[in-house]
Nanobody, 115 residues
Framework: QVQLVESGGGLVQPGGSLRLSCAASGFTFSSYAMRWYRQAPGKERELVAR????????NYADSVKGRFTISRDNAKNTVYLQMTSLKPEDTAVYYC????????WGQGTQVTVSS
């Protein structure tokens, strides 16, 4: 079955950077789009970024455009989220999601932006 394991979160000061990773298994990774979502305390889960199966097509939420970059390595079955110029409002649990099984979620990785 589809399995997603996120990593790379942590505590970072405003203006800092982090790179999140999501290792996927259980499906043909290179055939499906991947997405990153986040959920802040007391808020609904929101879509942050999406990348097409070959990596050539990307989309971002307006709130992260120009600061976050989604990428993927199909040889490693891994999708990444490079986050720069982090703000306190980016604090959330970050999840990756596969288009092949959008009901499947990993455990997420906590990102906390605070001084």
């Amino acid at each position: 079955q589809v399995q997603l394991v996120e990593s790379g979160g942590g505590l970072v000061q405003p203006g800092g950077s982090l790179r999140l990773s999501c290792a996927a298994s259980g499906f043909t990774f290179s055939s499906y789009a991947m997405r990153w979502y986040r959920q802040a305390p007391g808020k609904e889960r929101e879509l942050v970024a999406r990348i097409g199966s070959a990596g050539g097509s990307t989309n971002y939420a307006d709130s992260v455009k120009g600061r976050f970059t989604i990428s993927r390595d199909n040889a490693k079955n891994t999708v990444y989220l490079q986050m720069t110029s982090l703000k306190p409002e980016d604090t959330a649990v970050y999840y990756c999601n596969a288009a092949v099984a959008p009901w499947t979620w990993g455990q997420g990785t906590q990102v906390t932006v605070s001084s």
